[in-house]
């Protein structure tokens, strides 16, 4: 919220600097504990990861160790015979004083066991769940589950082989269990200076070196590292066979890290000491070199403002004194841009509004309210005025205008409607606008114009309303030369029809009428009256045309129209030829014909003069082609084409080279504009010369092009 109270540029300086003061020691006193903590965290990380290694190397030791006691066993029965009296066995192992350290020992011999174990565990139970196991656990550290108890241990095999014959005698099975091992833990635990030592098969503790204590295994499943007030907790996961896993944790004392958290206060202290004595010599500094001298500038600003001779004072800062020195030509030149810019406004006679979105303000130019006939200050909001004074007709069509744009799917806002005036009138405005955005990219200002083009809407309504009348006056036309045509097309008809009536009458009254003849004549005279039948049906379809967009083969469409014309053509000696493929193409057939058949008479004109001249034989030509999708509709003619100062003004309305009779001079008009506004093309022509049949013609070429 926006407040009336002010905050003197020293008070604001000694706050910022309080501020930053603050800032900063937080800053730095957070950092220099984060540090401190990575290096405790650090030391933790490499004191477990070398706990963890030792474990390994310990670990891997017993396995070593076991698999030489193994081998020497091996050896010390390779020249024993009768390895199946298990007396001999036992007299021999008892011999050997290295296999105290085993705590499972025993011979398979012929699907035989013979067990010479040294535990307190089930020893019989635990050989029977061995010899379940696959052969593959030799070197390994397994689990088996005896008596509902999970018991983990170390296995080594090796096979005793008889030296003469080569063959396996027996097989020597050596183990050590890890279940309550104090040996194996306290070594580890020696080696690697930790206080406890605990290992865990499937959240069961197997063995211990502190009973008493309870483990929460659940504080490992995120991290490895677990630290208490006094205490800290490391857990390593230890692979064992069948992808199984011993979780071995760890507890030591945490009075090593305690000496790096002192060491970070006494740091905090010093670094707090440093920064307080820089923020009392940059206050100092800050307000000798800064704040006083650019008091003094501003009080300069708001004087040179109204007074262009006011002077300057020096201070000791070189660059407030030129920039001093500039700030009067920037004032002077801002002056006179405002100045300009108001004049351009006003010049250009359009309405400029702007609106601050940040702020809630809005700026009307004077043109923008005089246009609509308000005073200033009489409009208070842009967003509900302007809505409710746009036309209602043209309202939608403005506010998706408007979400498009605020969406960035337009560059520029931009609309026409009727706006509603002080008077209650309605007025034809164009607006255009865009919005602009800030460094991060949120909404900040909407600029833009409104445009008086009332006048000029009411212009182009009278220009369509004219087009219109031009369009009828041009169909009316075509309909007069159509029913020319129709009437040179029913003239021989009729006369047959007459002849075929006569005759038949006249054998009435002499009684000569034969029945066969007689039949072949009605026939004959049904089948004209279905030819001239057909002729009214092209006819009133052409003038009834559907008045939608329709596909259409324009080959299709100029054949079956030009028969209508047929004897017009033949009447006055022209040979029409039709060089046509069939394309398809999308639009208003009846247009498109009207366009091709007012060519074609306007060819037909010039031939009818030419041949009172001489006595060549008369073409009209139409083909098509086309190339980069665009179809070419070309009709060229051999009348000796058209003068070139006729040629730049056939396609003006009302012009004409013909008898007042015989043409309104607004066929080409019509056609050029059905090409350009109804198919999107182009209506083109030019005198040429060519040849036909070994003989040189020259004629005027009309092109008409239609994108595909």
Same mark, same amino acid.
């Given at each position: 919220?926006?407040?009336?109270?002010?905050?003197?540029?020293?008070?604001?300086?000694?706050?910022?600097?309080?501020?930053?003061?603050?800032?900063?020691?937080?800053?730095?006193?957070?950092?220099?504990?984060?540090?401190?903590?990575?290096?405790?965290?650090? %030391?933790?990380?490499?004191?477990?990861?070398?706990?963890?290694?030792?474990?390994?190397?310990?670990?891997?030791?017993?396995?070593?160790?076991?698999?030489?006691?193994?081998?020497?066993?091996?050896?010390?029965?390779?020249?024993?015979?009768?390895?199946?009296?298990?007396?001999?066995?036992?007299?021999?192992?008892?011999?050997?004083?290295?296999?105290?350290?085993?705590?499972?020992?025993?011979?398979?011999?012929?699907?035989?066991?013979?067990?010479?174990? %040294?535990?307190?565990?089930?020893?019989?139970?635990?050989?029977?769940?061995?010899?379940?196991?696959?052969?593959?656990?030799?070197?390994?550290?397994?689990?088996?589950?005896?008596? %509902?108890?999970?018991?983990?241990?170390?296995?080594?095999?090796?096979?005793?082989?008889?030296?003469?014959?080569?063959?396996?005698?027996?097989?020597?099975?050596?183990?050590?269990?890890?279940?309550?091992?104090?040996?194996?833990?306290?070594?580890?635990?020696?080696?690697?200076?930790?206080?406890?030592?605990?290992?865990?098969?499937?959240?069961?503790?197997?063995?211990?070196?502190?009973?008493?204590?309870?483990?929460?295994?659940?504080?490992?499943?995120?991290?490895?590292?677990?630290?208490?007030?006094?205490?800290?907790?490391?857990?390593?996961?230890?692979?064992?066979?069948?992808?199984?896993?011993?979780?071995?944790?760890?507890?030591?004392?945490?009075?090593?890290?305690?000496?790096?958290?002192?060491?970070?206060?006494?740091?905090?202290?010093?670094?707090?000491?440093?920064?307080?004595?820089?923020?009392?010599?940059?206050?100092?500094?800050?307000?000798?070199?800064?704040?006083?001298?650019?008091?003094?500038?501003?009080?300069?600003?708001?004087?040179?403002?109204?007074?262009?001779?006011?002077?300057?004072?020096?201070?000791?800062?070189?660059?407030?004194?030129?920039?001093?020195?500039?700030?009067?030509?920037?004032?002077?030149?801002?002056?006179?841009?405002?100045?300009?810019?108001?004049?351009?406004?006003?010049?250009?006679?359009?309405?400029?509004?702007?609106?601050?979105?940040?702020?809630?303000?809005?700026?009307?130019?004077?043109?923008?309210?005089?246009?609509?006939?308000?005073?200033?200050?009489?409009?208070?909001?842009?967003?509900?005025?302007?809505?409710?004074?746009?036309?209602?007709?043209?309202?939608?069509?403005?506010?998706?205008?408007?979400?498009?744009?605020?969406?960035?799917?337009?560059?520029?806002?931009?609309?026409?409607?009727?706006?509603?005036?002080?008077?209650?009138?309605?007025?034809?405005?164009?607006?255009?606008?865009?919005?602009?955005?800030?460094?991060?990219?949120?909404?900040?200002?909407?600029?833009?114009?409104?445009?008086?083009?009332?006048?000029?809407?009411?212009?182009?309504?009278?220009?369509?309303?004219?087009?219109?009348?031009?369009?009828?006056?041009?169909?009316?036309?075509?309909?007069?030369?159509?029913?020319? %045509?129709?009437?040179?097309?029913?003239?021989?008809?009729?006369?047959?029809?007459?002849?075929?009536?006569?005759?038949?009458?006249?054998?009435?009254?002499?009684?000569?009428?034969?029945?066969?003849?007689?039949?072949?004549?009605?026939?004959?005279?049904?089948?004209?009256?279905?030819?001239?039948?057909?002729?009214?049906?092209?006819?009133?379809?052409?003038?009834?045309?559907?008045?939608?967009?329709?596909?259409?083969?324009?080959?299709?469409?100029?054949?079956?129209?030009?028969?209508?014309?047929?004897?017009?053509?033949?009447?006055?000696?022209?040979?029409?030829?039709?060089?046509?493929?069939?394309?398809?193409?999308?639009?208003?057939?009846?247009?498109?014909?009207?366009?091709?058949?007012?060519?074609?008479?306007?060819?037909?004109?010039?031939?009818?003069?030419?041949?009172?001249?001489?006595?060549?034989?008369?073409?009209?030509?139409?083909?098509?082609?086309?190339?980069?999708?665009?179809?070419?509709?070309?009709?060229?003619?051999?009348?000796?084409?058209?003068?070139?100062?006729?040629?730049?003004?056939?396609?003006?309305?009302?012009?004409?080279?013909?008898?007042?009779?015989?043409?309104?001079?607004?066929?080409?008009?019509?056609?050029?504009?059905?090409?350009?506004?109804?198919?999107?093309?182009?209506?083109?022509?030019?005198?040429?010369?060519?040849?036909?049949?070994?003989?040189?013609?020259?004629?005027?070429?009309?092109?008409?092009?239609?994108?595909?």
């Amino acid at each position: 919220m926006i407040t009336n109270k002010k905050l003197s540029l020293s008070l604001l300086n000694s706050l910022l600097l309080l501020v930053f003061f603050i800032v900063l020691s937080i800053a730095v006193l957070f950092s220099t504990y984060i540090n401190t903590q990575k290096v405790v965290d650090k %030391n933790i990380d490499d004191y477990f990861n070398q706990t963890y290694n030792i474990t390994k190397l310990i670990i891997e030791n017993e396995q070593n160790d076991l698999d030489n006691i193994i081998s020497k066993i091996s050896k010390e029965f390779e020249h024993t015979k009768d390895l199946d009296n298990p007396d001999t066995i036992t007299y021999k192992l008892e011999t050997l004083s290295y296999i105290d350290s085993i705590d499972l020992l025993f011979f398979k011999k012929n699907g035989k066991v013979y067990d010479s174990s %040294n535990s307190l565990f089930d020893t019989e139970a635990i050989i029977e769940e061995i010899r379940k196991m696959e052969s593959s656990i030799n070197n390994k550290i397994i689990n088996i589950k005896v008596n %509902n108890e999970d018991i983990v241990l170390m296995i080594s095999t090796k096979k005793i082989v008889d030296n003469s014959t080569g063959r396996v005698q027996a097989i020597i099975y050596a183990a050590k269990i890890f279940n309550n091992n104090f040996t194996l833990l306290d070594d580890i635990k020696t080696k690697s200076k930790i206080v406890d030592i605990h290992i865990f098969f499937d959240n069961n503790i197997i063995a211990s070196t502190q009973n008493n204590e309870e483990i929460d295994l659940t504080v490992f499943y995120q991290n490895n590292i677990a630290i208490g007030d006094r205490t800290i907790y490391s857990s390593m996961w230890y692979e064992i066979f069948d992808k199984k896993y011993l979780n071995i944790v760890y507890v030591s004392k945490n009075n090593s890290f305690d000496i790096l958290k002192e060491s970070f206060l006494h740091q905090a202290f010093v670094l707090l000491l440093f920064l307080i004595f820089c923020f009392i010599l940059l206050y100092y500094l800050s307000n000798k070199f800064i704040i006083k001298p650019f008091s003094k500038l501003l009080n300069y600003a708001y004087k040179v403002k109204d007074d262009k001779s006011i002077k300057y004072e020096n201070t000791k800062v070189l660059e407030f004194d030129k920039f001093a020195y500039e700030l009067k030509g920037i004032i002077s030149e801002l002056r006179d841009v405002k100045e300009q810019y108001s004049r351009a406004i006003d010049g250009v006679q359009d309405g400029l509004w702007d609106i601050d979105l940040k702020n809630k303000k809005i700026f009307y130019s004077p043109r923008f309210l005089t246009m609509l006939g308000y005073e200033s200050n009489e409009i208070k909001t842009f967003k509900s005025f302007w809505q409710k004074s746009i036309h209602k007709d043209d309202y939608e069509k403005t506010m998706i205008a408007l979400k498009e744009h605020l969406s960035g799917k337009t560059e520029v806002f931009e609309s026409e409607y009727r706006f509603k005036c002080k008077n209650g009138s309605f007025s034809w405005i164009k607006i255009r606008g865009k919005l602009f955005y800030d460094s991060k990219n949120n909404q900040s200002r909407f600029t833009g114009f409104h445009t008086d083009i009332n006048d000029l809407i009411v212009l182009q309504n009278e220009n369509q309303q004219k087009e219109r009348m031009l369009y009828q006056q041009s169909k009316l036309a075509s309909m007069g030369e159509m029913i020319g %045509n129709i009437a040179h097309q029913w003239r021989q008809p009729l006369t047959v029809i007459s002849v075929i009536a006569s005759t038949i009458s006249m054998q009435l009254q002499l009684n000569t009428l034969d029945k066969d003849s007689t039949v072949k004549d009605i026939n004959k005279l049904l089948s004209t009256v279905d030819y001239l039948s057909s002729i009214i049906d092209k006819f009133r379809y052409f003038f009834n045309p559907n008045n939608e967009i329709e596909k259409f083969s324009i080959s299709e469409a100029i054949k079956e129209n030009l028969v209508i014309f047929e004897s017009s053509y033949k009447s006055s000696n022209i040979n029409l030829i039709l060089n046509l493929d069939d394309i398809y193409i999308s639009g208003y057939k009846f247009e498109l014909m009207q366009v091709v058949i007012n060519i074609i008479n306007n060819s037909k004109d010039a031939l009818s003069e030419k041949s009172i001249m001489d006595k060549e034989e008369n073409y009209i030509f139409m083909k098509t082609s086309v190339e980069n999708k665009v179809l070419t509709l070309s009709i060229y003619d051999n009348a000796g084409g058209i003068d070139q100062e006729v040629t730049e003004k056939i396609y003006e309305p009302y012009f004409t080279t013909k008898h007042q009779s015989q043409g309104t001079g607004l066929g080409l008009y019509m056609s050029n504009e059905i090409i350009k506004k109804h198919f999107n093309g182009k209506l083109s022509n030019k005198t040429i010369e060519y040849d036909y049949e070994n003989n040189h013609y020259i004629g005027e070429e009309f092109k008409i092009e239609i994108p595909l």
